[in-house]
Nanobody, 118 residues
């Protein structure tokens, strides 16, 4: 189970911090990250963090967003600064993990709305 928090409404140039906690018999997490989906658009990768700490970002958010995590707590965070109206979307937490020696697979959170007003 992945539970996100921290979405909301913010003005252009503002900041938000998203959090995601993974729970439920987790044996091993390979990576956790954030995706987003705007109305009428496909879901896209925003940022991803490997269990070793490596990170990768979409070009559109580089320099503005920072992904971080706490492996011991099975958590991932997304610090979003200098927000723009085009960042408006539902943000989904994703984890590539396995439970109880089962296979690795993708898990998704329920999504949290981020709205940036102009």
């Amino acid at each position: 189970q992945l539970v996100e928090s921290g979405g909301g409404l913010v003005q252009t140039g503002g900041s938000l911090r998203l959090s995601c906690a993974a729970s439920g018999g987790i044996f091993n997490i390979n990576a956790m990250g954030w995706y987003r989906q705007a109305p009428g658009k496909q879901r896209e990768l925003v940022a991803i963090r490997g269990s070793g700490g490596s990170t990768s970002y979409a070009d559109s958010v580089k320099g503005r967003f920072t992904i971080s995590g706490d492996n011991a707590k099975n958590m991932v965070y997304l610090e979003m600064n200098s927000l723009k109206p085009e960042d408006t979307a539902v943000y989904y937490c994703n984890a590539y993990l396995r439970r109880a020696l089962g296979p690795f697979r993708d898990y998704w959170g329920q999504g949290t709305q981020v709205t940036v007003s102009s």
